[in-house]
Nanobody, 114 residues
């Protein structure tokens, strides 16, 4: 089992920045992929960015100029640096961890006010 704990959400004005963190604990494996997902009100959950333990990363096209994903493999910590935020970035941000199974965090609320 892997447990995930997200932090860093909150309320920010449009144009502001936030950094989300996710710590994975438990029985983690060397080869894994961690990701950030976003669920906006009334919409499906979508992948925002992901990064493998080997450093391969992907960021969704609509945020790639504003969001940066990074991780500290030794501590199994995943980050999402969000800049120049927009009201459309509002939602619950979930962290996931996947090796042969997939695990989810509880989510952290991000609200961007106009």
């Amino acid at each position: 089992q892997v447990q995930l704990m997200e932090s860093g959400g909150g309320v920010v004005q449009a144009g502001g920045s936030l950094r989300l963190s996710c710590v994975a604990s438990g029985t983690t494996k060397y080869e894994n992929t961690m990701a950030w997902h976003r669920q906006a009100p009334g919409k499906e959950r979508e992948v925002v960015a992901l990064m493998s333990s080997f450093g391969h990363r992907h960021v969704a096209a609509d945020v790639k100029d504003r969001f940066t994903i990074s991780r500290e493999n030794a501590q199994n910590v995943l980050y999402l640096q969000m800049t120049n935020m927009k009201p459309d970035d509002t939602g619950i941000y979930y962290c996931s961890y996947a090796d042969t199974d997939q695990f989810w965090g509880q989510g952290t609320q991000v609200t961007v006010s106009s």
